[in-house]
T-cell receptor, first 110, second 114 residues
Framework: EDKVVQSPLSLVVHEGDTVTLNCSYEVTNFRSLLWYKQEKKAPTFLFMLTSSGIEKKSGRLSSILDKKELFSILNITATQTGDSAVYLCAVVYNNNDMRFGAGTRLTVKP | AAGVIQSPRHLIKEKRETATLKCYPIPRHDTVYWYQQGPGQDPQFLISFYEKMQSDKGSIPDRFSAQQFSDYHSELNMSSLELGDSALYFC?????????????FGQGTRLTVV
């Protein structure tokens, strides 16, 4: 059965901490993995990963994919209260099927 | 564990036809969200329901309507379909009443309008 599993489900840190969010998957015909940040109504795109071992970086956020071990991590350094959100991982597979993980709720305290 | 179930998984309709998408939330979840995701785009929030009442409205066209039923499942009705309606339609459920505000997404319905 195809599945996308995120961990942890919830994480509480203080400003300035570094966090690592995990997403593992088991799907047929993997095509890409996407990370989203959901603060209010709809997820906003962060990264798309298709190749193993190539880090994508945007400011304090970075992500990498391991297609051999079937997982991806999202790192956030020097966290700020504005980073508080649910972070969703989604995997595109087969002929553009897409499956979301349950998300990781990150709370950054001042 | 039970997840959010959407049906059908794939749907092909012609222009000007109607379509109905169904969403069955996780048991005991009382909130349902609908999203539309076009190719290469972020999911766009359409509408949400809490306890069978519309709780929030996003960019849902007037040609679309939705409701949540007594068993908490929801249906998105789409009329006068246009080519631009071709997209992935996701449903998510959550249970704010229990302090859990993660939204669990279904697998989506891929609608193709030809």
């Amino acid at each position: 059965e195809d599945k996308v599993v995120q961990s942890p489900l919830s994480l509480v840190v203080h400003e300035g901490d570094t966090v690592t969010l995990n997403c593992s998957y088991e799907v047929t015909n993997f095509r890409s993995l996407l990370w989203y940040k959901q603060e209010k109504k709809a997820p906003t795109f962060l990264f798309m990963l298709t190749s193993s071992g190539i880090e994508k970086k945007s400011g304090r956020l970075s992500s990498i994919l391991d297609k051999k071990e079937l997982f991806s991590i999202l790192n956030i350094t020097a966290t700020q209260t504005g980073d508080s959100a649910v972070y969703l991982c989604a995997v595109v597979y087969n002929n553009n099927d897409m499956r979301f993980g349950a998300g990781t709720r990150l709370t950054v305290k001042p | 564990a039970a997840g959010v179930i959407q049906s059908p998984r794939h749907l092909i309709k012609e222009k000007r036809e109607t379509a109905t998408l169904k969403c069955y939330p996780i048991p005991r979840h009382d909130t349902v969200y609908w999203y539309q995701q076009g190719p290469g785009q972020d999911p766009q929030f359409l509408i949400s329901f809490y306890e069978k009442m519309q709780s929030d409205k996003g960019s849902i066209p007037d040609r679309f309507s939705a409701q949540q039923f007594s068993d908490y499942h929801s249906e998105l009705n789409m009329s006068s379909l246009e080519l631009g309606d071709s997209a992935l339609y996701f449903c998510a459920s959550s249970s704010p009443g229990q302090g859990n505000t993660e939204a669990f997404f279904g697998q989506g319905t891929r609608l193709t309008v030809v």
